[in-house]
């Protein structure tokens, strides 16, 4: 978007670009969201920003009004595979607080001044400030959505110390924690509760997304969830959204343990999207959090993906029923490779039965949510453990083993900060990887937007349901970048001609 088209948006006040870009206005010395109900400022006074970060190192302070931190994440850090959209997912897990500056940079193959320079060229600010900025935003998400200590919440944000903590929130919101609280108190926010001290640590809070919102992600994650480690509530006829939905599942994290679950009510104000999360380190918190968010792609630009899906007549009827489709991500790569590998070529039940028995290699866990028992077996348990619950041909066994051994040595290692085409250069020597597993899982641990498995049996069925395209690719390159969502669509169509026979 240049200047005007940013300019127009701000003075519709669009929540659609909310996350997207900020404004800052120079006869103020504050920034804000697009949609802020403030008077539309002068052109000549505006200056528009990527990230707040920048907008915070170039001197201006987030606007009290509309609170610019409270909104979705940038969807441009998943369309994005270069070296800024790869380091931001990487700060959004939390790499720097526990890698630092130059674990960054390694996992992106520079070095610390290379994209220090970069990131301040693309984004304006650099790796620091851009981590500052994104604990900056977990702090404040927690002090307006839970009870916890201060002092918690500064270590959760992935603050050092209390007084590290204070003195960022006050220069970037020109406010004490206390007044940050207060003021989400005022709006209306949820306050969680969170449990006892000695109780792993445990908080509610809601998930911004842009509208519409499918709750169909939570049919797909229903269908492949493992008995043990995940538990998920669906719509009786797969279709229906006006029903409550819940998915839960444990998961391992960087120090520790966690559990989770996710509700959707549509018929609830505001519709919310919620999360209830325990975790045995109260550091793990921006992991998870960053993580829920993928899996539910929440931080997408929905009607933007449904105009360009609407445009390709084989979709449009397809996109009317069904807006704001998501893309369900992953909150283990490994663990989703490994899931993928064991999916090729058999049904989705089929798979859930092989990953049922192979989950008996993970490690017990107590938790809060009721079914949760287990977690997923990590590469090092599936490599020691794994021939004694795979079952099917020796040849793919041989495969699942082959890849387990190599993630648990080191020889395979890939996630968040991958691109497609480091993805692919990583995966597809090991035997048994063909282009379709590296495709699902660009799809689902990048987040990868324009992914087309033209080769999976359920797009082929679904395209059968779909009305035919005159003249039209046989691989939807009319709607790129948005194929992954078109694959989606194909998905869905299948899956209801399924149950209609």
């Known amino acids: 978007m240049d200047f005007w ?55 201006y302070r987030a606007c009290k009004r509309c609170l610019p931190e409270a909104v979705p994440g940038t969807p441009a850090w998943n369309i994005r595979s270069d070296i800024a959209g790869r380091a931001m997912r990487l700060i959004n897990d939390g790499v720097i607080t526990r890698e630092g500056v130059d674990g960054l940079a390694n996992r992106l193959g520079y070095s610390a001044r290379q994209l220090n320079r970069i990131l301040s060229n693309e984004l304006g600010a650099g790796p620091l400030s851009l981590a500052r900025a994104s604990r900056a935003q977990t702090a404040r998400t927690l002090l307006v959505s839970t ?26 919101f020109a406010m004490t924690p206390t007044a940050v609280r207060a003021i989400g108190a005022k709006s209306g926010q949820h306050r969680g509760t969170v449990a006892a001290a000695h109780a792993p640590a445990a908080l509610t809070l809601n998930l911004p997304y842009r509208e519409p919102f499918d709750p169909g992600i939570f049919d797909f994650l229903a269908v492949r969830a493992v008995p043990g480690i995940e538990t998920a509530s669906t719509s009786e006829d797969g279709a229906s959204t006006d029903e409550s939905r819940t998915y839960a599942r444990t998961l391992r994290l960087p120090r520790g343990s966690a559990s989770f679950s996710v509700s959707y009510n549509p018929s609830a104000p505001g519709k919310p999207l919620q999360l209830t999360a325990a975790v045995l380190d109260l550091h793990d918190l921006p992991a998870l959090l960053s993580r829920v968010r993928r899996l539910f792609d929440v931080d997408a630009d929905p009607q933007a993906i449904d105009d360009a899906l609407a445009t390709d007549a084989r979709l449009t009827a397809s996109v009317t029923a069904i807006p704001g489709i998501r893309v369900p991500g992953a909150v283990d790569p490994h663990e989703l490779l490994i899931r993928a590998m064991i999916g090729q070529q058999i049904t989705v039940a089929a798979a859930r039965t092989a990953l049922t028995q192979l989950s008996a290699a993970g490690t017990s866990v107590d938790s809060a949510i009721p079914g949760l028992e287990r977690l997923f077996p990590t590469a090092a348990e599936i490599a020691e453990h794994g021939r004694a619950f795979l079952r099917g041909p020796q040849r793919r066994i041989d495969s699942i083993m082959a890849a387990a051994e190599a993630m648990a040595s080191g020889a395979l290692d890939f996630g968040y900060g991958d691109d497609p085409t480091r993805l692919e250069s990583k995966l597809l020597p090991l035997p048994g ?34 009305p035919e395209g005159t003249g039209l690719s046989a691989d939807f390159r009319e709607v790129s970048p948005w194929r992954s969502y078109a694959t989606m669509h194909l998905w869905r169509a299948a899956a209801e001609q399924t149950r209609s026979k």
């Not at 504050?30 to 907008?55: D, G, L, M, W």
């Open 147 to 172: 009870d916890m200590l201060l002092a918690d919440v500064a270590f959760a944000s992935g603050f050092n110390s209390v007084r590290q903590f204070n003195d960022t929130i006050g220069e970037v």
């Open 433 to 466: 990887v063909g282009p379709w597993t590296v495709g699902y899982v660009a799809m689902r641990v990048l987040g990868a937007p324009d992914v087309f498995l033209a080769n999976d049996a359920a797009v082929r069925n679904g395209l059968k349901v779909l």
């Open 5 to 59: 088209q940013r300019y127009r948006a701000i003075d519709a006040r669009d929540t659609r670009f909310d996350g997207q870009f900020f404004t800052a206005v120079s006869s103020t010395g504050i920034y804000c969201r697009p949609s802020c109900p403030a008077r539309t400022p002068k052109a000549e006074n505006v200056t528009f920003y990527e990230t707040s970060a920048a907008a915070h190192e170039a001197g």
